[in-house]
Structures are given as structure tokens and as C-alpha cells.
């Protein structure tokens, strides 16, 4: 069965504080986040392959294929299985395979990936982007209205958020390799939270849950990432309907415009009590004291 | 022409220690940095699709293709030009499109992308890599051979290496959004830095550099990056015959899988005087005071 955690042998050296005094160097045990190859198939062919760490696969699969717009509800999906090249199987309860590095996914009768996004894929987007620099033309469109959405947080809800994020952080702790995505309620209240070597991965493992778990859209949801929001984020946000997503760290120019387009709330540099609200500043309750 | 940072309004909210004293929130300019697509063509077929950081796209596309095993000399590439869909141009003296989000790329005549790596883009390498797991199967082949670089460095380098990494991030610095890539001699000089919203497209800015300046392979250097060790930055680290790769943060058990049979030095917590060494641990000049 594939780990989440892989044990490896390490030098460790330290620098003592005084010029001249040798590094000292000990040999021990550590930890690393896993990080291995998952190929999504769907109807027996391939889709894309992701780098992630192993575990939540199923929730991967379904979570990728709403962020590309191709499912939104649990019927959408017939069924997927964890295949390693010669077996398949149904994953555990926990959605763990322990199987392989692939997950086939069945879709309902009637639904396909489309051609256009199929082809997407099978020329990695490169010509049906090629020269295109708008926000029309590289989004996929979401079924879910994300203006609609009347959710309202407080600053203070927030700023609480990271620590909270930090501390459901499992295999970061033995390790300091993952990335994590956090779902919360606008109150504040942890719903879920998924690790992985790519902070794209961790989202899909949020939304697939949530797909499953016949949760979408995401109304009234605070999703939280550890690391930066890349255009990436935003558009899988988007296409599980969440209304706010927050970034530890900075949001890039495409984030920001993509999240203007489509009123998601995105909140950037969410660490140490402050943060900047970027777009659909108004879900954020602090307007009362404005200046400036 | 395209920036490397994009002006945004943004609201800043800052919540007071005491308790139930209001948020205070102001609205003022951010700068972000700046993503778009960079489609990646050779001989006119679309190869690759990579949401980058305008600037040095030309060596972004070079660097790619070194780490995907295409070229691995300068005179591999008769020419990249960028295009914007319509009109195609020479980039700048320093690598600076400016004109658009493709890099259309002329490889010798001779030379051409292998059939199994254009299908492998073209599915998504979600074929071929199904099922696969082991390094064998996963990596590219490098033409260099790293297990024969004679570099040592010292953990004293080493550890001074981050702080002259962020000295040298000048769009950081304004956005706080972006990976880096440092390459230093073992002594310690830094040689280039190139800055990204992707940290493999960081590390493929340098490359392209290197080869596009009849540097590769970089034997006796060391690359520094920003943020964690995936597999795919220890391969490209591998494909540029770089010997030694040295991550602030934490790497994943693929990238030390890989180091490991490529002959490659991985340092990994690279911060505040100290560093773990997975492999090629003879590179490094702490070997006297070993003890546990």
C-alpha cells in the first residue's frame, strides 16, 4: 500500500554560532510526503496525470473532473475505480486505494468528457490557448452563480483560520512537505481538510469529497489554501461554487481577475492578524470602518 | 507589453490586539505578480500549455525543452520566436517577449521531438506512466552524467546561499508572489536568478539561460530554489547536469528517490544554519565531524 509519508536516511548538519567551529552532523531517520504518479482516466481513456501523494485518490479523480467543469452532482459519476495497471478494486471507506496509480472513472450514461476539453488535455491546452490572454477565453465555465451567494465572514473568522488549518495538519507535521487546502463554514467551523505535494491536488481532494458527499455547490464555504491562489485555484473554487477563498500567501494578477469575473471573494497575505481582500470585498464584514 | 507585476486595488484589514476594538481597513494599490499562459510550440505543433511570469519566455521555452530531453546543446535550437497569434517577432536582448504568450520553437534539422514524448504531452503522460511507479520509468534520460562531477561545496556555503537568493528576488520583493531559482558556483557566487509564479518554470528560466549561453552541462554548480524538492525539479536539475540541488524547504520522497539514482546532491531545509542532506551526502564537506 502506498503511504502518505516515505522513511528516508538523512545527514543533518547544523552550523554552531562561533567563526570557525566546525559543522556538526548527525545521520537519522526522516520523514518525507509522499509523492507518486496518479493517472485519471475516464471511460478507459487517458485524461491526465497528476504528481500527488497518495491517499484520497477517489476524491482526487471526482474533484479534478468538477474543477474542469465535466461533473457537478454525485449522479455524475457512475463509479470510479483504482486500477494498477493489471487490477482494479473499489477504494476503503476512507477512500484510500492502496491498489495503484490510477483512477477509472465511470460517467453516468448520456454524460462524456467533451471533445474540445478531451482535446484540451490531449494537446495540454497548448493551441486552444495559444493567444488567448482573456479571462473568457482560458475559464471554464461554472454551473454554479457565486454572486448570488449572500455569505458574509468577519476579519476575525479569518484571521483565525490559518492556525486552525495548521493545527488539522497531519502528515505537515511529521514532514513540512505539504501543502493543505481547508474548507470551512463562514463562521468559522473546520469542515474538511486534505494534504498533498500539490496545493492543486489538495484542492481537488476538497471538492471531490464534496461532490461524494452531495455537498456542491459549496454555498456559503471558506476555502483555505496554505500556500499562493494561482488562476488554478480560483477556477476550481469557482467551479465547486465556493463564495471566498483565502491564501496564506499572495494571489496572482489571473487569480484576482478571474475571481473579479466570476464574484468569488478572494483574500491574499491572511497571516499574523491581517489581510487583503482582493475582490468581492463586500462578503467582508469590516466595511463599517473603512479609511483611506 | 507584458509586466512582470500587475496594479491591483485591494483592501487592506488589520485587526487591533484588544479585544473588541473594530478592524481597521483601508483601501490602497497592490502589486501582484503577473500570470498568463505561455504556449510552447516546436516545428509549429503545440507541445506544452504552462501558466508562467511574462519575461524571459524565450529561455523559459529553451529551458523546457532541456528538461524534457529534446536539446541539451545551443545548437539544437535554430530559433524561438514569440508570437501573439497573428505576428511573430525576436524577443529583446534580454529575453523579454513583450509581444505575446507563445514561444514557437525551430529545433536543427535533424532534430526533432521523439513521437513517445510528443504523445506523452499529447495524452498527458497519462498513458504512459500509468501503473509505472519506479524511477526507471518515470525519469528522463539524462546525457550527462552527474555521478562523475567532482564538485564539493561546504555547509558554510550552503547556508548563506538563501539570504543571497532573496537579495536577488527584485519582483518578490514588490509582490511577495513569486518562486525563485539561484544558481551559484560551489563557492558560493550566485550566476543567475530568474523568478516565477511557477517554481519549475523558475527553474526552466535557468536552464534555458545556461544552454542558450553554452553553459550545460552546469557542472560544479549549485541550484537553490525558494520553495520545496517535487520530482520534476530534481529532473530538471538532472537534465541540465546541475550536481547539486538545495531546496529551502522540504522535498518529496520521488525527489530524493530520483537524486538518489542520478547521482544528484539533494539538500533539503536549507534555513537558518542548518540543512538536511538526502543524498550525494560525499558532496558535502561535513563528513569529519559525522558522529550518531
Chains 1, 2 share one sequence.
Request: hydrophobic share 45%; aromatic share 4%; charged share 20%.
Amino acid at each position: 500500500m502506498s503511504g502518505r509519508t516515505a522513511r528516508r536516511r538523512v545527514l543533518r548538519i547544523s552550523l554552531p554560532g562561533g567563526a570557525g567551529e566546525p559543522a556538526r552532523a548527525a545521520e537519522r531517520a526522516d520523514l518525507l510526503a509522499a509523492e507518486e504518479p496518479l493517472g485519471i482516466r475516464v471511460g478507459g481513456e487517458a485524461l491526465t496525470l497528476t504528481m500527488r501523494t497518495p491517499g484520497d485518490d477517489i476524491d482526487l479523480a471526482a474533484g479534478f473532473l468538477v474543477s474542469e467543469g465535466v461533473v457537478a452532482e454525485p449522479a455524475d459519476i457512475a463509479g470510479i475505480m483504482i486500477c494498477d495497471g493489471q487490477r482494479c478494486g473499489h477504494a476503503g471507506h476512507d477512500g484510500d486505494s492502496g491498489m495503484g496509480n490510477i483512477a477509472d472513472v465511470t460517467l453516468r450514461p448520456g454524460l462524456a468528457v467533451a471533445a474540445g476539453l478531451r482535446r484540451s488535455f490531449m494537446t495540454t491546452s497548448a493551441c486552444g490557448v495559444c493567444g488567448k490572454t482573456s479571462i473568457e477565453e482560458l475559464a471554464v465555465a461554472s454551473r454554479f452563480d457565486l454572486a448570488a451567494d449572500q455569505a458574509r465572514v468577519t476579519p476575525e473568522v479569518l484571521a483565525g483560520l490559518p492556525d486552525e488549518l495548521r493545527a488539522a495538519q497531519r502528515v505537515f507535521e511529521s514532514t513540512g512537505g505539504l501543502h493543505a487546502a481547508g474548507l470551512f463554514t463562514a463562521a468559522g467551523q473546520l469542515l474538511a481538510v486534505r494534504e498533498d505535494v500539490g496545493r492543486h491536488n489538495a484542492v481537488d481532494k476538497i471538492v471531490g469529497w464534496a461532490l461524494r458527499s452531495g455537498r456542491l455547490p459549496l454555498s456559503g464555504c471558506v476555502l483555505l489554501v496554505s500556500g499562493r491562489a494561482s488562476f488554478e485555484l480560483v477556477q476550481k473554487a469557482v467551479l465547486a461554487g465556493i463564495p471566498v477563498l483565502a491564501a496564506v500567501s499572495a494571489p496572482s494578477s489571473l487569480a484576482a481577475d478571474l475571481a473579479q469575473e466570476s464574484g468569488l471573494t478572494l483574500v491574499g497575505f491572511l497571516r499574523g492578524g491581517s489581510m487583503n481582500v482582493y475582490t468581492g470585498q463586500d462578503r467582508v464584514l469590516a466595511r463599517a470602518d473603512v479609511s483611506g
